[in-house]
T-cell receptor, first 114, second 114 residues
């Protein structure tokens, strides 16, 4: 158990809909990262938040947005969903000042768009 | 941005044999190179990492080597066991401070046959 909690574990929805994925980082971790995992693209970095502020942005579509709240949990919002958005979405957290760079991943949220 | 190539995409070995997975990276400023193991239905988990000021690191049956000049690094697993079967990802990062955004390779599915 990494200590990172993601909900929901599975989500099935239709094209055009909007969903919200939630992540609770390990206790004390200030950084939250979101990754998308698909069969053909592997693990793609979407966005990082650090203590409530956006710190780095990757290949995140304009239809997707994220935020980190004062209690450090994070949400990833996916809107106007397309079939190609079907994937496993991972959240990871890391410890401030650890110097190790280790990311602790949750078990992911599997999104299926029909 | 950083680009990480990983080979092979699949690797099958007999129990007790060694397994080697190779990665190359493009960004000469990358200084942190972790390896993650992902078991079925789980999130990736760090198994070993190396920084650019070190050429080799070992942890029991696992070792990682880094060639900064050639911009490639490798994972070596000796005396493989069936429980080593998983997908392995290499990654690279300009790690430091509060940002350890990782760029991942596309993964290697390792199968260890009893």
């Amino acid at each position: 158990d990494s200590g990172v909690t993601q909900t929901p574990k599975h989500l099935i929805t239709a094209t055009g809909q909007r969903v919200t994925l939630r992540c609770s980082p390990r206790s004390g971790d200030l950084s939250v990262y979101w990754y998308q995992q698909s069969l053909d693209q592997g693990l793609q970095f979407l966005i990082q938040y650090y203590n409530g502020e956006e710190r780095a942005k990757g290949n995140i579509l304009e239809r997707f947005s994220a935020q980190q709240f004062p209690d450090l949990h994070s949400e990833l919002n996916l809107s106007s969903l397309e079939l190609g958005d079907s994937a496993l979405y991972f959240c990871a957290s890391s410890a401030l000042g650890s110097g190790t760079g280790e990311l602790f991943f949750g078990e992911g949220s599997r999104l299926t768009v029909l | 941005g950083e680009n990480v190539e990983q080979h092979p995409s699949t690797l099958s070995v007999q129990e007790g044999d060694s397994a080697v997975i190779k990665c190359t990276y493009s960004d000469s400023a990358s200084n942190y190179f972790p390896w993650y193991k992902q078991e079925l239905g789980k999130g990736p988990q760090l198994i070993i990492d190396i920084r650019s000021n070190v050429g080799e690191k070992k942890d029991q049956r696992i070792a990682v080597t880094l060639n900064k000049t050639a911009k490639h690094f490798s994972l070596h697993i000796t005396e493989t066991q069936p429980e080593d079967s998983a997908v392995y990802f290499c990654a690279a990062s300009r790690g430091g401070g509060s940002n350890y955004k990782l760029t991942f390779g596309k993964g290697t599915l390792l199968t260890v046959n009893p």
